[in-house]
């Protein structure tokens, strides 16, 4: 086996230089997170002196806790996914099965666009469309959840997009001729073949969006999220969120126990993502388990 060069040796080395100064950042961001939220983890940083039955039956408003913001994130994440899930994975398998030529061009070029928009700009839109719909046909038009839900859908949709189309894309010549080969249509080579084969792929564009969902502040802070709202009214009420309760009490705390609950908050948001992954991953194994035949007896 031949040794490698040194131009070889040197390419590896600030490959493997890069990497554990990227696990290093991560560990002690996490770490210091770790260290200043732990402390005050506990039914009052969900609750306050609230129940916790009340609270989450919701028959007495929580005033001290982060809960209102952990149900107003679960329903923003829950709306936004529903919205644009299934349009960006749709999108995506257009653009790498059916989609040829210009037509095919100008889609990528309008993903690669959207996905550049940035956040507040996103959030500028919705503030706008609402000013639009309030002076045209709609009075008593208003921010809300199902306003904020829309643009992040619209934020995170190319994620999806671009994903499901690279995993599709991506997949080896003999999985992507196995359904012509058994004569099925392209629609049932999609459901029956490729989105299985794709799976993987397309599973992380979606955890990377409702990844985007979860942590977006931008976008709230001019579409619906007001700080004490409480729990949602409803797709037209206000709403609170993790990301704008930690911005909020980072910003505007009054006392350390103030800046203690944005710790917490942040901790709280991490540990959702993250089980938001773990979730993601055993779906997509026991899809992948599935399709490969492991559940048969």
């Not at 490698?4 to 080395?13: I, K």
């Not at 709306?79 to 059916?98: D, M, Q, S, Y």
């Not at 969006?209 to 009214?233: F, H, K």
């Amino acid at each position: 086996m031949s040794r490698p060069r040194p131009d070889e040796r040197l390419a590896l080395s600030w490959a493997w230089l890069a990497a554990g100064l990227t696990l290093a950042a991560v560990a002690a961001l996490v770490g210091f997170l770790l260290a200043r939220g732990l402390p005050v983890l506990g039914l009052d940083l969900l609750f306050g002196s609230t129940p916790p039955l009340d609270a989450l039956l919701g028959r007495r408003p929580v005033w001290e806790g982060i809960w209102p913001a952990c149900a107003g994130t679960l329903s923003l994440v829950l709306l936004a996914g529903a919205l644009a899930v299934p349009a960006g994975v749709a999108c995506g398998i257009h653009l790498a099965v059916f989609a040829r030529g210009r037509w095919r061009d100008l889609l990528r070029l309008g993903v690669d666009l959207l996905a550049g928009v940035p956040s507040i700009l996103m959030g500028l839109f919705g503030f706008a469309l609402i000013l639009l719909l309030r002076h045209t046909v709609l009075p008593g038009a208003n921010t809300s959840l199902l306003l904020a839900a829309g643009c992040i859908a619209l934020l995170v949709l190319p994620y999806v997009a671009s994903a499901t189309a690279a995993a599709l894309e991506g997949l080896p010549e003999p999985v992507r001729l196995l359904g012509p080969s058994l004569g099925l249509d392209p629609w049932q080579d999609v459901r029956s073949v490729l989105l299985p084969a794709a799976g993987r792929g397309i599973l992380g564009g979606v955890i990377l969006a409702c990844g985007r969902a979860a942590e977006d502040t931008a976008v709230i802070m001019l579409t619906g999220a007001v700080a004490g709202s409480g729990l949602p009214s409803g797709l037209t009420g206000k709403f609170e969120a993790l990301p704008f309760t930690i911005f909020f009490l980072a910003a505007q705390h009054q006392t350390p126990a103030d800046l203690d609950r944005a710790w917490g908050a942040a901790l709280a948001l991490l540990a959702c993502t993250t089980l938001l992954l773990l979730g993601a991953r055993t779906a997509h194994r026991t899809l992948e388990r599935r399709w490969k035949g492991g559940d048969r007896p």
